[in-house]
């Protein structure tokens, strides 16, 4: 067999506009919502302490796409939902089809460089495997440090990062656990086959801790 024959290429999770690309094409094919791994019924029994079952919780989606989480979180009470998603044509479809949750709020930007967003802001930011999208992108470190700091610098004080991913703890917590990121780390296993959920709690913490410096550069 020739080198490389039979081999499968891998999608381009870790660009934006494999996302847009995909999205468009699933408009087309007719496909309303998706969860790639879980949505709030599997998630609940951790999200809502972390929201202290308040209804007035600010809760914060990363990389929603299609998923319907948020509208899920809304119907049971949560109405104060942003969801952003880099691909535009997702984040017209769920804006459509939310519109009357109407406080569901859908901004179509990159989750590495929110500036729609402001600071210390959400006690609850979500993460449904974007990181691990991330984990595909050609130059990997710096999509996942500058994906990972914007995360930390929109979770308030006090407040929770969660990241549910299908990547193996061992993968995933040396990132989470970087000396630049004052995290008090939990992880719970839950969801589809070897799915685990990362809760880092944010200790105070100044909010000047990254500072952007040029296009892909950062500086303390």
Known sequence: MAEGQGEQELPDFGEGSYWEEHYVKAAAEGEDVY???VGWTQLQWILEPLMGRDPRCAVLHLGNGNSPLPEEMFDAGYKDQTAVDI????TLHMAARNRQRASIRWITADCRNLIQIPSDH???????STLD????????ALAIMEFLKEAYRVT????????VSMHRPKAVLPWLRHRLFRWRMIRARGG???TSTFAATSAARPMSL???????????
Do not use: I, M
């Not at 691909?87 to 997702?90: N, P």
């Not at 308030?156 to 990241?163: H, N």
């Open 133 to 140: 999208a991330f984990f595909c992108n050609d130059q990997h």
């Open 210 to 220: 990254w500072k952007r410096t040029g296009p892909g550069s950062f500086s303390r």
């Open 192 to 194: 589809r086959g070897a």
């Open 35 to 37: 969860d790639w791994l």
């Open 122 to 128: 959400y006690p609850l930011v979500v993460d449904k």
């Open 87 to 90: 691909s535009e044509a997702a």
């Open 156 to 163: 308030a004080t006090g407040g929770t990062f969660v990241s």
